[in-house]
């Protein structure tokens, strides 16, 4: 079987690291397939990205930069996600990845108007979503943990807007087949949620918003994590 490519264009928080991995590690584990192999590149340090046709399917990790940044990296793998999405092999992007996805394909990715989303939130599907491969399983409404500052403002043309909430009017969308961008973050547990709400406090505090609560709030989110593991599943009945 052909790899599933993980292209790792961010690093979590430093301290979680020795205790739980990095998102390469949470996305690998939520998949639930050892079977299948993975192999991870890094555009940042200059890895290139493989071919197409060499590839089962990719995921592109998030980031703490910032799509806008128009880093070379980022860029050189935009135009490597519209060329994978024109060839029909199963991607999708999370956090970073989707908006670097949205923006490879002609979208538009800025920061969210109302400030950064975090925490464990509700997603509410959209009609769309309901006979989608990856997203028709889920309930109407399901957990989900977030956290970014920008946000896909117009998707790309002849997407389909798969989910939403009430801060972000894209956390899902499908374009083509088996292309994928989701906001919010399907690998993370509630550890690592825990530990970005406590990292982005004056954040939050300058937002109006309490850290305590939030905290409160943060559960695991099975639902949520499915996402992977249905990821996973598409890559393999492709191949």
């Known amino acids: 079987m052909k790899p599933l490519l993980i292209i790792k264009v961010g690093n979590t928080l430093p301290d979680l690291v020795p205790s739980i991995g990095d998102f390469e590690r949470w996305i690998a584990q939520a998949i639930e397939d050892p079977s299948m192999p993975i192999q991870v590149v890094d555009p940042r340090g200059g890895d290139a990205l493989p071919r197409a046709d060499d590839i089962a ?16 990296w980022s860029e050189r793998t935009a135009l490597w996600l519209a060329g994978v999405v024109a060839q029909d092999v199963p991607l999708l992007g999370i956090c970073y990845g989707h908006q670097l996805l949205a923006h490879a394909l002609g979208g538009e990715v800025n920061f969210l108007p109302g400030g950064i989303e975090i925490g464990t939130t509700t997603i509410h599907h959209t009609d769309d979503a309901a006979n989608d491969d990856l997203l028709g399983d889920l309930p109407r409404q399901f957990a989900a ?3 970014h500052a920008q946000s896909v403002l117009r998707l ?11 801060v972000e009017p894209h956390h899902a969308f499908r374009v083509g087949a088996c292309a994928w961008g989701v906001q919010f973050h399907p ?3 509630s550890a690592a949620m825990r530990a970005y709400v406590r990292h982005l ?23 949520s994590a499915s996402v992977l593991r249905r990821f996973g599943q598409i890559v393999r009945q492709r191949c």
């Open 187 to 189: 690998e993370f547990g």
């Open 57 to 72: 399917g990719a995921v592109v990790t998030g980031s703490h930069a910032m799509v806008t940044e128009r880093r070379e």
């Open 201 to 223: 406090d004056a954040d939050v505090q300058r937002q109006g918003g309490d850290v305590d609560a939030l905290i409160g709030k943060v559960r695991e989110t099975p639902v």
């Open 145 to 147: 943990h977030t956290v």
């Open 156 to 166: 790309p043309p002849h997407a389909v807007l798969l989910a939403h909430n009430d």
